[in-house]
């Protein structure tokens, strides 16, 4: 009994001991447990801090890399720049103009030979390696006028301020068949860009001052295109276009062609137009002369120098001279090499007034001695033919009209019934919109010639619908003018104009189908009633010259009593 008690009691020891050895590895696994979280808890608190740690020094690397690019982009040498002369002959060297110095040079890595055309700009290293090509070319030098361009196409003759001629390259812009939109094949006479130092011209600039004064162009009115100027126009002709296609037998007789020819008479019927077709005739029998084609009408070796007579003129002292004294140097340029040139002066009473007579102030005791003096230089040169147009040529200096200067006078004057049926010709024509009831079973060619004849016999009809203005003269008598006596190729014209409108806005309104006999009638008498408030009665002489009467002087010009008139 006492055995199985005390064996009882060291099982329940057993028991209780077993029991506080589980619960002290219970609580050690607890505290195990618990240090092992905190360990992974400071583990990945460490793993973040080394993240940012290392994205921190990453950045910092990044920076100082950044730094010392700078530095090195500081601590570099400068550039130099250089500009391309001729093609690359191969992919290695180019041939540039650089610090004044002409240098065939080695092209760095990366920059392609193809490139490198005439007057591109490269950028060169301390080594004087080409390393980048640069977009576009050089946009700042000198201006220079173009005299020709060399056999080899790839050089030119250029005139710089001072009268220096120099050689220089030809960008290849400025080479035929370029497609570039800021250069274009140049020609003689054209502005340039200039750099004078690497000797090559990269573009063509505007002109400037004088040159914008002129149009060198050859203009494409023929001698066809004038109507009523027959007698005119052969004289003209023979004047100017005999003696330089048959220098030759010019020469053999002696004979010095005229020098100038002034074109006279009252405005608006066709001076300039006459000058125009004067350069166009001349330009063709040069191009013929020289056995060049003329089937596209361009005559780049034949040109027309139009000066804008009022333009020229210019408030400062000596500037006008100046210009004249431009243009002539421009007419004798051009002429060297064979090359016809026209130089018109359009309003020619504008400029070259009377000296000393107080109708202006006193440029022309200046300008008019600067003409005088271009014109007599001129001599020696068959190709430059000077033409004037004046609508007042008794204000001209006499000096400039005599015999040696302004050899040939021809007077421009207001067309008779005939030359203005021609002139109608040139204006309505066949091909135009007719109304088909008018022109019936006749045909357009019989309509036509009906109805120029009916606007023709509108015009010279000499009755009181017609009266313009009534004259006195100095002497007592009077004259009256009619619309007849004012009649010009303007006037004519415009009158077709006028009937070209009226049909259009019948059209328009579905009131007619083409031009009518009425349009026309309509159209005299409405270009009629717009010039019957014309007439400067203040000043009748002056209104009359300008007019074209001739003869005695003008002392009143009243306007006719209209009452009754439709």
């Known amino acids: 009994?006492?055995?199985?008690?005390?064996?009882?009691?060291?099982?329940?020891?057993?028991?209780?001991?077993e029991r506080s050895e589980l619960a002290d590895l219970r609580a050690a696994v607890d505290q195990k447990t618990r240090s092992d979280r905190e360990k992974a808890v400071k583990i990945d608190a460490l793993g973040a801090r080394n993240l940012r740690l290392a994205e921190l020094l990453k950045d910092s690397r990044?920076?100082?890399?950044?730094?010392?690019?700078?530095?090195?982009?500081?601590?570099?040498?400068?550039?130099?720049?250089?500009?391309?002369?001729?093609?690359?002959?191969?992919?290695?060297?180019?041939?540039?103009?650089?610090?004044?110095?002409?240098?065939?040079?080695?092209?760095?890595?990366?920059?392609?030979?193809?490139?490198?055309?005439?007057?591109?700009?490269?950028r060169l290293n301390e080594a004087m390696t080409v390393v980048e090509v640069c977009a576009g070319m050089p946009i700042t030098g000198v201006t220079a006028m173009l005299r020709d361009i060399l056999a080899d196409g790839r050089r030119a003759r250029v005139v710089l301020g001072n009268d220096e001629e120099q050689i220089v390259h030809l960008a290849s812009g400025l080479r035929g068949g370029s497609t570039e939109a800021r250069s274009a094949p140049v020609?003689?006479?054209?502005?340039?860009?200039?750099?004078?130092?690497?000797?090559?011209?990269?573009?063509?600039?505007?002109?400037?001052?004088?040159?914008?004064?002129?149009?060198?162009?050859?203009?494409?009115?023929?001698?066809?295109?004038?109507?009523?100027?027959?007698?005119?126009?052969?004289?003209?002709?023979?004047?100017?276009?005999?003696?330089?296609?048959?220098?030759?037998?010019?020469?053999?007789?002696?004979?010095?062609?005229?020098?100038?020819?002034?074109?006279?008479?009252?405005?608006?019927?066709g001076k300039t137009l006459i000058a125009k077709a004067v350069a166009h005739s001349l330009a063709r029998a040069a191009a013929r002369t020289r056995g060049d084609d003329v089937a596209d009408g361009r005559y780049p070796n034949s040109y027309f120098l139009s000066v804008k007579g009022p333009e020229l003129l210019n408030k400062y002292v000596g500037e006008?001279?100046?210009?004249?004294?431009?243009?002539?140097?421009?007419?004798?340029?051009?002429a060297t090499e064979g090359n016809p040139v026209i130089v018109f002066f359009d309003e020619m009473d504008s400029i070259f007034r009377t000296r000393g007579s107080g109708v202006s102030s006193d440029m022309e005791t200046t300008v008019v001695p600067q003409l005088l003096a271009e014109i007599d230089g001129v001599e020696d040169l068959r190709n430059v033919i000077v033409i004037g147009a004046s609508?007042?040529?008794?204000?001209?200096?006499?000096?400039?009209?005599?015999?040696?200067?302004?050899?040939?006078?021809?007077r421009i004057d207001r067309p008779d019934r005939d030359a203005a049926a021609?002139?109608?010709?040139?204006?309505?024509?066949?091909?135009l919109r007719f109304d088909p009831v008018?022109?019936?079973?006749?045909?357009?060619?019989?309509?036509?010639?009906?109805?120029?004849?009916?606007?023709?016999?509108?015009?010279?009809?000499?009755?009181?619908?017609?009266?313009?203005?009534?004259?006195?003269?100095?002497?007592?008598?009077?004259?009256?003018?009619?619309?007849?006596?004012?009649?010009?190729?303007?006037?004519?014209?415009?009158?077709?104009?006028?009937?070209?409108?009226?049909?259009?806005?019948?059209?328009?309104?579905?009131?007619?189908?083409?031009?009518?006999?009425?349009?026309?009638?309509?159209?005299?008498?409405?270009?009629?009633?717009?010039?019957?408030?014309?007439?400067?009665?203040?000043?009748?002489?002056?209104?009359?010259?300008?007019?074209?009467?001739?003869?005695?002087?003008?002392?009143?010009?009243?306007?006719?009593?209209?009452e009754g008139e439709r």
């Open 1 to 17: 009994m006492t055995e199985e008690r005390s064996h009882g009691g060291r099982d329940r020891d057993q028991v209780t001991l």
């Open 62 to 122: 990044d920076e100082l890399e950044t730094l010392k690019g700078e530095v090195e982009r500081l601590g570099a040498p400068p550039s130099t720049y250089g500009v391309v002369l001729e093609d690359p002959v191969d992919d290695e060297t180019a041939e540039v103009m650089a610090a004044g110095r002409r240098m065939r040079l080695t092209l760095a890595p990366g920059v392609e030979a193809p490139r490198l055309t005439p007057g591109t700009t490269v």
């Open 187 to 269: 020609r003689a006479g054209d502005a340039v860009l200039v750099d004078p130092k690497a000797a090559i011209a990269y573009e063509v600039v505007p002109k400037a001052e004088v040159d914008e004064l002129l149009l060198e162009e050859v203009p494409t009115v023929d001698f066809s295109d004038i109507g009523g100027l027959v007698p005119q126009i052969e004289q003209i002709r023979d004047a100017i276009e005999l003696p330089f296609v048959h220098h030759d037998l010019y020469r053999e007789f002696h004979l010095a062609p005229p020098k100038g020819v002034l074109l006279y008479g009252p405005p608006g019927n």
């Open 320 to 334: 006008t001279e100046r210009h004249i004294r431009s243009i002539f140097e421009r007419a004798r340029e051009k």
């Open 391 to 410: 609508n007042r040529e008794d204000m001209i200096d006499p000096a400039i009209l005599r015999p040696g200067r302004l050899d040939l006078k021809i």
């Open 422 to 431: 021609d002139i109608l010709t040139k204006y309505v024509t066949e091909d």
């Open 438 to 562: 008018e022109v019936g079973d006749a045909g357009r060619g019989t309509h036509v010639d009906e109805l120029i004849g009916r606007i023709v016999d509108r015009l010279y009809t000499r009755d009181e619908s017609t009266a313009y203005v009534d004259l006195v003269f100095a002497s007592g008598r009077t004259s009256s003018l009619h619309l007849a006596d004012l009649t010009s190729g303007a006037m004519l014209r415009n009158i077709v104009d006028r009937a070209k409108k009226l049909a259009i806005k019948d059209i328009v309104h579905g009131t007619g189908r083409g031009l009518t006999t009425d349009d026309f009638l309509d159209a005299v008498d409405a270009e009629f009633a717009e010039n019957t408030d014309l007439p400067n009665t203040s000043n009748p002489q002056e209104w009359a010259r300008l007019s074209g009467v001739r003869g005695e002087r003008v002392v009143e010009v009243s306007m006719p009593d209209r």
